[in-house]
């Protein structure tokens, strides 16, 4: 038999992971799993396309009422789900605008550390994320934190010469607005700003306006709110996404359990916008011993993450679920490659605000 002592050594968010990755047999998703597909008729047919399914039934989750589905989870204040946000031509958008358009320069990606990317781009890390403390930014030690030297890492020694077409595969992530160092886990203020795309950013706009927040917050928050940024009361006008990260997961591709700390907006919204493969989404509290709630992303599904908890709380990815690419974004024709590298693949584009609107920083 096997010694379940070692089980007992893992945090809750660790037992989750390793339950979510696991491939023989593979889990079962239709216990626990948020699906927030299942709720709306028009997605039966994507859902019935792929193998995995979660549920709803059970679980705790309170929709919100407005134009636009939304729903909050009563275990983690200031997580919003948007299932089904973007309609299939803003996804399709977005796929070519994710690999066409942003991942080359003077985006930043992980590839241009080992290699010399054409400049018009190539239209994964080569493994996991590394996961680095860093202190929490704020507006006091900004400028402590922007003068620590951002070195670039190490070219590999053993990487070899790649077709950019076989590069495609190793792709990722590609830095959006505020150059991100991946060796401090800080943003590095000194190589200067990069615009936001603004359909994207209006994407993110939208999304945040969409939910009405009196709903999410109302009169009895009790979080501590600190001085961090804005309150939820004005981020109609006070939300501006200035940084962020497209992450292109394979799907044997992990992201392990983590929290966003970098931003001096630490409450502010992040939108994180699933394209492509659906995945097991994780999360949880301030540490990883929580049992984190575990809810299935599909493509065209938002989240968003605000709030001093939900800014705070542990999550990650432990599962890329295979087979799941919708109908909508296969296709012939000048379609033919994305659909061929979608196949395999999720796109998370994950836009942040790093600092208050109008802040400027040099
Ligand atoms: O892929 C996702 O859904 C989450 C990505 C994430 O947490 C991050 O980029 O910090
Ligand atoms: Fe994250």
């Known amino acids: ?20 990755k696991a491939r023989f047999p593979p889990p079962d998703l239709s216990q626990d799993v ?12 994507e859902i019935e396309a792929g193998i995995w399914k979660g549920t709803t039934s059970g679980l705790e989750y309170r929709k919100l009422t ?31 605008w994710s690999l066409a358009d942003h991942a080359r320069q003077p985006n930043e990606t992980n590839l241009d550390i080992h290699y010399v ?16 403390n860093n202190t929490p930014a704020t507006l006091e030690n900004f400028s402590e934190l922007s003068a620590t030297p951002k070195l670039p890492s190490a070219p ?7 077709l950019a077409s076989a590069l495609i595969r190793k792709l990722r992530w590609a830095n959006i607005g505020w150059s991100y160092h991946w060796g401090t886990k800080q943003y590095d203020f000194a190589k200067g700003k990069v615009k936001v795309d603004e359909s994207l950013a209006e994407v993110c706009r ?17 979080s501590d709110w600190g001085e961090s940024g804005p309150g939820w009361q004005t981020w109609d006008q006070d939300y501006e996404p200035d940084a962020g990260i497209v992450n292109f997961y ?6 392990m359990a983590h929290v966003d700390r970098s931003e001096v907006c630490a409450t502010s919204p992040l939108v994180s916008i699933s394209i492509g493969n659906a995945a097991v989404f994780l999360i949880g509290g301030l540490t990883r011993d929580s049992d984190p709630v575990p809810i299935l992303l599909r493509s065209g599904d938002v989240v968003i993450m605000s709030g001093p908890t939900c800014r705070r709380a542990y999550h990650g990815v432990p599962r890329i679920l295979e087979n799941t690419l919708p109908d909508h974004l296969t296709g012939q024709g000048p379609w033919a490659p994305y659909e061929d590298y979608l196949t ?9 605000q790093v600092f208050p609107k109008g802040f400027d920083p040099s």
């Open 206 to 222: 939208k999304a945040v306006n969409a939910v009405d927040w009196k709903q999410v917050y109302g009169p009895t928050d009790a």
């Open 156 to 162: 590999s020694g053993t990487a070899q010469p790649t």
């Open 34 to 45: 948020l699906d927030l597909a299942l709720l709306n008729a028009t997605r039966a047919s």
């Open 1 to 20: 038999m096997k010694d379940s002592s070692v089980e007992l050594d893992w945090t809750p968010f660790r037992a989750a992971e390793k339950r979510f």
């Open 117 to 132: 990317l054409p400049e018009d781009g190539l239209w994964n890390p080569s493994g996991p994320r590394k996961l680095i």
């Open 250 to 255: 394979q799907t044997k591709d992990t992201l």
């Open 66 to 96: 407005g134009d636009v589905e939304a729903y909050v989870t009563p275990r983690i204040p200031g997580l919003v789900l948007l299932p089904g946000f973007l309609d299939h031509a803003t996804q399709r958008a977005l796929v070519q």
């Open 344 to 352: 395999t693949t999720r796109i998370n584009i994950n836009v942040r």
